[in-house]
């Protein structure tokens, strides 16, 4: 279990959500599910958008701080399909 | 169909920084960015050198929103529940003008694009820039927006769109990003009374304190923390190297937290009002990570081009004087009717060679590798340094140079005596 509540971090933060319209998605969820081992996104992402569900990876980007760890760490299977939001929406960081 | 002179992707230091200098030039520039605002997608320290932005804007203190100015840097080693260091400070740094301040990035990033467009560039912003375009030839014409009828087009686009640049990914100029050449950032903002932050770390007015911190705050990762007063808040933060990340257990935001409850940072920090937590991702692979940065109507600038003397904590005004040297690029062609060729375009590489940043970046070329595969400097030493001094400075009955005699054997039993030489020799010859 974790200690540290990451949503209470990410509360303080300003965000607007492109509502059912997700920038970042799993090429193939089952590759995650079955053959990554590390699911190393599920501890890097600053955010914790990637959560464990048994085996399987559940992303939910609604806290992204649009980093790019995900992606870049995701060596072995490349399965992270990665974009910026839509113009204006996403994290709105004040004071950055 | 819309044609500019230059477009430029970003409204960070480095696209700013061209965007400024080429409308002032008198150049047609269309500068796009992502976010609600200039400075709303943009993460920093931060500190600012003065340096890189007088170049530019030589009055900027007369109305730049400037935090405090540093007039001491302190730099922590941390044990568990120690730190040794040396803190320097000088009231050289305390007259004007002053060498370098805190800023807070979303501020000074909205007073910078101000600047751009009253030069007489056109910022437009919550606006996506989705991909190149691009003729038979491979020339880049113009980009394609996530606005209707989003494609505009111009001579030459600039790419200043940070570490991730997909747009420089997408086109193949640079290929991903090796995890071993960028490290994860995390940072938070707490605010305090003005009179609190002056109290603790012992300054008045605008002064203002940096410390940089090294050690087991990383857990054996490569990375370093910091600590920066701002005027009513402190901004602090840790970064480790990707590649770390992804060998060990612990989220970010608990390593942070660990940091933030070590006992010689705790005091520093608490009762603070948390406003913002922010990550980001720095390019710290040096002087053999830059990829080509200019080709047939493409230029690439700061962190998308791997800008960032990650030794000296330098990256804003890298950011800063890679698009100014581009802008100046553009401008000489453009005054001597000359197309924006790659050919020509290599201009702009001889003017990096020519400058600072890569004079540095080369310099430093092998201390990234160097810290990769030697985390003694992050473990061992820290500890083996804490001890020392713990050893020392403790009065207990013995003898001062059995004391000696105890250190020195502590030090070769962890590292032996060539381990030792051998990181020595590792030190000067990255440095030299």
Redesign the interface.
């Known amino acids: 279990m974790?200690?540290?509540k990451?949503e209470e971090?990410?509360f303080?933060?300003r965000y607007?959500v492109d509502a059912d319209n997700p920038h970042i998605r799993l090429k193939d969820a089952e590759l995650c599910e079955k053959k990554c081992t590390?699911k190393?996104c599920t501890?890097?992402?600053?955010?914790?958008c990637y959560t464990l569900e048994g085996q399987k990876v559940v992303l939910i980007t609604d806290g992204c701080?649009?980093?790019?760890?995900c992606?870049?760490?995701c060596?072995t299977y490349?399965n992270v399909d990665?974009?910026?939001?839509?113009?204006?929406y996403?994290?709105?960081?004040?004071?950055? | 169909m819309e044609k500019f002179d230059v477009i430029v992707v970003g409204a960070g230091p480095s696209g700013n920084a061209a965007a400024y200098t080429l409308a002032k030039a008198g150049l047609s520039v269309l500068q796009i960015e992502?976010?609600?605002a200039p400075?709303?997608?943009?993460?920093?320290g931060?500190i600012l050198y003065s340096d890189a932005l007088e170049k530019l804007i030589p009055d900027f203190r007369e109305d730049a929103p400037l935090e405090r100015h540093i007039i001491e840097q302190r730099m922590w080693v941390l044990d568990d529940e120690s730190f040794i260091g040396t803190h320097f400070r000088s009231d050289d740094f305390n007259k004007p003008p002053y060498n370098r301040y805190t800023i807070?990035?979303?501020?000074f990033?909205k007073w910078f694009s101000k600047k751009v467009q009253e030069a007489g560039a056109l910022v437009i912003?919550?606006?996506?820039v989705k991909g190149l375009l691009r003729d038979e030839s491979g020339k880049v014409i113009g980009v394609e927006?996530?606005?209707a009828d989003g494609k505009v087009y111009a001579e030459v686009v600039i790419l200043a769109d940070g570490?991730?640049s997909?747009l420089a990914r997408k086109a193949g100029f640079r290929p991903?990003?090796?995890?071993k050449h960028?490290a994860?950032a995390?940072k938070?903002?707490h605010f305090m009374p003005k009179e609190t932050v002056e109290q603790r770390f012992n300054i008045q007015k605008t002064e203002g304190v940096v410390i940089e911190m090294l050690g087991k705050i990383t857990k054996g990762m490569m990375g370093t923390g910091f600590l920066y007063t701002n005027g009513d808040?402190v901004s602090i933060g840790v970064g480790c190297m990707?590649s770390d990340?992804?060998e060990?257990?612990?989220?970010?935001?608990?390593l942070l937290?660990q940091m933030k409850a070590h006992p010689s940072i705790q005091p520093l920090v608490q009762g603070g009002e948390?406003?913002?937590?922010?990550?980001?991702?720095i390019p710290e692979g040096g002087y053999h990570a830059i990829p080509q940065v200019y080709g047939d109507g493409w230029m690439i600038v700061g962190d998308s081009g791997m800008f960032v003397n990650a030794v000296h904590r330098e990256g804003s005004n890298l950011a800063m004087t890679t698009g100014r040297l581009a802008a100046e690029t553009i401008i000489e062609l453009t005054r001597a009717g000359r197309p924006m060729s790659g050919a020509n375009l290599a201009l702009y590489k001889e003017r990096l060679d020519d400058s600072f940043v890569m004079k540095d970046l080369k310099k430093y070329k092998d201390m990234p590798d160097i810290f990769h595969s030697n985390n003694q400097f992050f473990t061992t030493y820290p500890e083996l340094l804490s001890r020392s001094a713990y050893t020392m400075l403790k009065v207990d009955g013995v003898d001062k140079q059995t004391k000696e005699k105890e250190i020195f054997a502590s030090f070769r039993e962890k590292r032996s005596l060539f381990g030792l030489l051998g990181d020595a020799f590792k030190l000067w010859r990255a440095f030299r």
């Open positions: 974790r200690t540290v990451v971090k990410l303080q933060n607007l590390t190393q501890v890097c992402c600053p955010a914790g701080l649009e980093c790019g760890t992606r870049i760490i060596t490349r990665w974009e910026y939001p839509r113009g204006g996403g994290i709105q960081f004040k004071f950055g | 992502r976010g609600e400075g709303s997608k943009n993460v920093q931060a807070i990035r979303a501020k990033d912003t919550e606006t996506t927006t996530d606005r570490v991730n997909t991903e990003l090796d995890p960028v994860l995390v938070e903002i808040s990707l990340f992804m060990q257990k612990l989220t970010p935001y608990e937290e948390m406003k913002e937590y922010t990550a980001h991702l």
